[in-house]
């Protein structure tokens, strides 16, 4: 509520948990809890305001750790820690302004006390897409160092698409029928 609050967004009075199904066996449970805290907010970053839709809770899913032809070993030292997930819009136009407004996210989420430090506490889903594009959703990114190369290089990965669908449209090869 702290946070919302410093995002001047709109909290509801009744607040409801909702439960997503977990087909993998990530969640002992067989669903993720997530609690819709608060929406419509904004960030004041230099001179842009940056949107912030919403601001959930939801748990965190057991880790992946080894994976054989009739089996999965999960570690569950993270099962059920409660995860603060904030979406912004899609304000930010560029690699180096993702990373510096993920940043300045994580200073205020800091500043308030109440979140750990260190690699991996904080990681960050980022949505790219280009003009002709797919919106990518890229998950789990720990490290901020890196974040500005892996929006760039989505953005190459996307831009070199687009040039093949535009070779393969010109020779009238259609990508559905593309068999192995």
């Known amino acids: 509520i702290l946070i919302s609050t410093f995002?001047?967004?709109?909290?509801?009075?009744?607040?409801?948990?909702?439960?997503?199904?977990?087909?993998?066996?990530?969640?002992?449970?067989?669903?993720?809890r997530t609690l819709l805290l608060s929406l419509n907010g904004e960030l004041k970053y230099r001179?842009?305001?940056?949107?912030?839709?919403?601001?959930?809770?939801?748990?965190?899913?057991?880790?992946?750790?080894?994976?054989?032809?009739?089996?999965?070993?999960?570690?569950?030292?993270?099962?059920?820690?409660?995860?603060?997930?904030?979406?912004?819009?899609?304000?930010?136009?560029?690699?180096?302004?993702?990373?510096?407004?993920?940043?300045?996210?994580?200073?205020i989420l800091r500043l308030t006390g109440k979140v750990k430090r260190g690699l991996g506490t904080i990681r960050q889903d980022v949505n790219i897409?280009?003009?002709?594009?797919?919106?990518?959703?890229i998950k789990g990114v720990q490290n901020l160092k890196i974040m500005d190369k892996v929006c760039e290089l989505e953005v190459k990965r996307q831009e070199r698409m687009l040039e093949w669908k535009k070779i393969m449209n010109e020779r009238g090869i259609d990508g559905y029928e593309l068999v192995e």
């Open 7 to 32: 995002f001047n967004m709109y909290i509801p009075k009744v607040l409801q948990v909702m439960r997503k199904i977990v087909v993998d066996g990530s969640n002992t449970s067989g669903f993720q």
């Open 47 to 107: 001179d842009k305001k940056i949107s912030i839709q919403t601001i959930c809770i939801e748990e965190d899913a057991a880790r992946k750790i080894e994976e054989g032809e009739d089996y999965i070993i999960y570690r569950l030292d993270r099962l059920g820690i409660p995860l603060i997930e904030i979406s912004t819009g899609p304000d930010l136009r560029d690699p180096k302004e993702v990373k510096e407004v993920a940043e300045y996210i994580g200073l």
């Open 129 to 137: 897409s280009i003009e002709g594009g797919e919106k990518v959703e």
